[in-house]
């Protein structure tokens, strides 16, 4: 709202289309559109293994914690989850053999409970052997409920061990919606990582055994450390893939303000109309924002499923990259060429964290070349951009 102020003040052209959300636009928490829109990466990875996230009960390790956006929202989006374990920067959530419908329940009243935390969920609910314990205690007991759920052999640990052991722990799905980094290469160093905060919590990309990865937050694992998994065959895109929908929200609001303010300024509509339209838009806005996520997904595992049948388009997509100077490949943790072709030789494909990589790098040189023809004035196209738009706009 400060910097929308500040532009309508000094009369800059995008008025308060400057900075997205404030009091006139969308409001990412309360619509939940970061989170929905990672969903939709779990959704796919779990379709992918025969699993219905919205039918079937599916085990989760969570980081974060329910008055979070990103893992609160999330942990909403299903009542088939079974949060076996949850942590933050304060506490340890744990509760072993969860019964789906209770959990759910609690976890939505933690969500509108202002300034939640852990030590918010009610103990009555909390399955036997489970808990919510303090990150500052110097051990904790660890019950035989939670020696089988995260496959740990010892009656003791420490909260830093006990987290690395729900890290490690075979669940369906780890969902990252909160700060730092946890998940590296074994061949990167915890000061290669840069999150000294969390070096006594980070394991290596190999000692995932869950069998998906939803990065709802930034930075949860390395680059390497997503290949290292990816290697190792758990399903995993990257933040900026599954957490795309925040970004892509705000493009929409300032599309949406850009076009609607060229009809404010010809008086054909006041503020407050706009304001109310932009409102009335906000569902339409969430579907169109969760569909390029879905169909961003759906060209990702189209590619993995094409990488199998031939190696040799995406080897020279990155060396014509390469050559025209668009691409670092060792900044990127691409595979060098003759990596590509022995992975060609064991029918081995590519890699979703490494197409992940590629797609971004395609619709950036897709885009320039566009902008730089004769396409964007064809009548033609102009039908198709409305589609980029609520319906109402159209």
Known sequence: DIANAISIEYGHWLGDAFASGGANGYDHKKMGITARGAWESVKRHFRNLGVNTQQDLFTVVGIGDMAGDVFGNGMLLSDKIQLVGAFNHLHIFVDPNPDAAAAFAERKRLFNLPRSSWEDYSSELISQGGGVFSRSAKSITITPEMQQVFGIEETRLSPNDLIRAMLKAKVDLIWNGGIGTYVKSSEETDADVGDKA?????????????????????????????????????????????????????????????????????????????????????????????????????????????????????????????????????????????????????????????????????????????????????????????????????
């Open 198 to 394: 969390n070096d006594a919590l980070r394991i290596n990309g190999k000692e995932l055994n869950c069998r998906v990865v939803g990065e709802g937050g930034n930075l949860g694992l390395t680059q390497r450390g997503r290949m290292e998994a990816a290697a190792n065959g758990v399903r995993v895109y990257t933040d900026f893939i599954d957490n795309a929908g925040g970004v892509n929200c705000s493009d929409h609001e300032v599309n949406i303000k850009i076009l609607i303010d060229e009809v404010v300024k010809r008086g054909d509509m006041t503020d407050k109309q706009r304001n109310q339209l932009l409102a009335d838009m906000t569902e339409e806005v969430a579907d169109l924002v969760i569909l390029d996520n879905y169909r961003q997904t759906q060209a990702l595992d189209l590619s993995e499923i094409l990488s199998h049948q031939g190696m040799g388009p995406y080897r020279r997509f990155i060396s014509e990259l390469e050559s025209a100077g668009q691409i670092d490949r060792e900044l990127e943790f691409l595979p060098a060429d003759d990596v590509l072709k022995e992975r060609a030789s064991n029918n081995q494909g590519m890699r979703l964290p490494e197409l992940s990589v590629l797609i971004s790098y395609a619709k950036s040189t897709l885009k320039g070349d566009l902008i730089n023809s004769d396409v964007p004035d064809d009548l033609y196209i102009h039908r198709h951009l409305e589609r980029l738009f609520p319906a109402v706009l159209t």
